[in-house]
């Protein structure tokens, strides 16, 4: 897996499709991060197809990645979920596919009770990652994980999983940065994959945004680079493949190019202590659920 991607969510829908042929034709990138939930896999899919198809560049050297819905986990609605996927994204097989969440919904998106909790559907993780690996063995993905699992969803997954998950992807930034869940993955044999690896600075309001702290200011000025470039470096020099989402051509650039400088052990150590556990993306603010307490 490469290990920069480029991320999708919240690209627009008229956006995300030039993001995506920009990226891989112009720009270099060789992984494209999906999900049906993000609502644009039909757009990237007529990109891709005219990408793959102007022979500009091979289906073979591009690893994308699609994700079940926390609404399709039932054993049925998987292999269905992923034809979807494929079709919408106008691909033969996904390199990797991930299940979104440890979560099972009713189908038609978030429900919520009189109090406002969401209603959940009783589907064990273990129907679902059967139903994976059928996915597997039928040759529709070449590759099964999961993201936004916790230290006790994998141990019990790793109970009984035939085919063990390849990648874990969670959100990492050094605002979170979830060393040990890092570390527990890598002994388990998993990639992680660190989404939200800039902390979102187009959409989240904070007091000070993690591009524009004066440490990593300060750090990027030393290397003649941006602060999204030292914030992506960062992510790479810790073992984690990094998604940053742009769908402006100058950005989808500048976060490629993270390979001609390295930081320094002091300056990996100086970027730590910026943690905050400062959590972006979380189950309690859309649907009431203590999912990482
Ligand atoms: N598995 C999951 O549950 C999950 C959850 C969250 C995210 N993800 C994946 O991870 C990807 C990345 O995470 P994310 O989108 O949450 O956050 P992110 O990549 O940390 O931040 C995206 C924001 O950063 C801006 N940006 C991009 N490059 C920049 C640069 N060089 N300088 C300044 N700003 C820049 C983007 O704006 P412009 O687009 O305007 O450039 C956008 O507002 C997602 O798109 C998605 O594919 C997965």
């Given at each position: 897996m490469p290990l920069v991607g480029l991320?999708?969510?919240?690209?627009?829908?008229?956006?995300?499709?030039?993001?995506?042929?920009?990226?891989?034709?112009?720009?270099?990138y060789r992984h494209i991060d999906?999900?049906?939930?993000?609502?644009?896999?039909?757009?990237?899919?007529?990109?891709?197809?005219?990408?793959?198809?102007?022979?500009?560049?091979?289906?073979?050297e591009v690893f994308i990645t699609?994700?079940?819905?926390?609404?399709?986990?039932?054993?049925?609605?998987?292999?269905?979920?992923?034809?979807?996927?494929?079709?919408?994204?106008?691909?033969?097989?996904l390199d990797l596919y991930l299940?979104?969440?440890?979560?099972?919904?009713?189908?038609?998106?978030?429900?919520?009770?009189?109090?406002?909790?969401?209603?959940?559907?009783?589907?064990?993780?273990?129907?679902?990652?059967?139903?994976?690996?059928?996915?597997?063995?039928?040759?529709?993905?070449k590759a099964i994980g999961?993201?936004?699992?916790?230290?006790?969803?994998?141990?019990?997954?790793?109970?009984?999983?035939?085919?063990?998950p390849a990648v874990n992807q969670?959100?990492?930034?050094?605002?979170?940065?979830?060393?040990?869940?890092?570390?527990?993955?890598?002994?388990?044999?998993m990639v992680v994959t660190a989404?939200?690896?800039?902390?979102?600075?187009?959409?989240?309001?904070?007091?000070?945004?993690?591009?524009?702290?004066?440490?990593?200011?300060?750090?990027?000025?030393?290397?003649?680079?941006?602060?999204?470039?030292?914030?992506?470096?960062?992510?790479i020099?810790?073992n984690t493949a990094v998604i940053?989402?742009?769908?402006?051509?100058?950005?989808?650039?500048?976060?490629?190019?993270?390979?001609?400088?390295?930081?320094?052990?002091?300056?990996?150590?100086?970027?730590?202590?910026?943690?905050?556990?400062?959590?972006?993306?979380?189950?309690?603010?859309?649907?009431?659920?203590?999912?990482?307490?």
């Open positions: 991320g999708t969510w919240k690209s627009a829908s008229d956006e995300a499709g030039e993001a995506v042929a920009h990226a891989l034709s112009e720009c270099g999906c999900a049906p939930i993000y609502g644009n896999e039909k757009e990237i899919g007529r990109s891709l197809r005219s990408v793959f198809g102007g022979n500009v560049v091979n289906r073979e699609s994700k079940l819905w926390d609404t399709e986990h039932a054993r049925d609605d998987v292999r269905q979920a992923c034809e979807a996927t494929l079709e919408d994204l106008q691909i033969e097989y299940i979104h969440w440890g979560i099972a919904e009713p189908k038609g998106g978030h429900t919520y009770d009189a109090n406002g909790n969401l209603i959940v559907e009783r589907v064990p993780i273990r129907e679902t990652w059967e139903a994976m690996e059928e996915l597997m063995d039928a040759g529709l993905v999961v993201a936004n699992f916790t230290a006790p969803l994998l141990l019990d997954l790793f109970s009984y999983a035939e085919i063990k969670i959100e990492v930034h050094p605002y979170l940065q979830q060393q040990r869940l890092i570390d527990f993955c890598q002994r388990l044999g989404y939200s690896p800039l902390a979102r600075p187009g959409y989240e309001e904070m007091s000070e945004r993690l591009v524009d702290e004066k440490l990593i200011r300060h750090v990027a000025d030393a290397h003649a680079k941006t602060p999204a470039q030292v914030l992506l470096r960062w992510g020099q810790r940053p989402k742009s769908t402006h051509p100058e950005r989808m650039k500048e976060n490629i190019d993270i390979f001609d400088f390295a930081l320094s052990e002091s300056e990996m150590h100086e970027i730590g202590g910026l943690e905050r556990g400062l959590r972006l993306v979380d189950p309690f603010q859309w649907g009431k659920i203590p999912y990482f307490d």
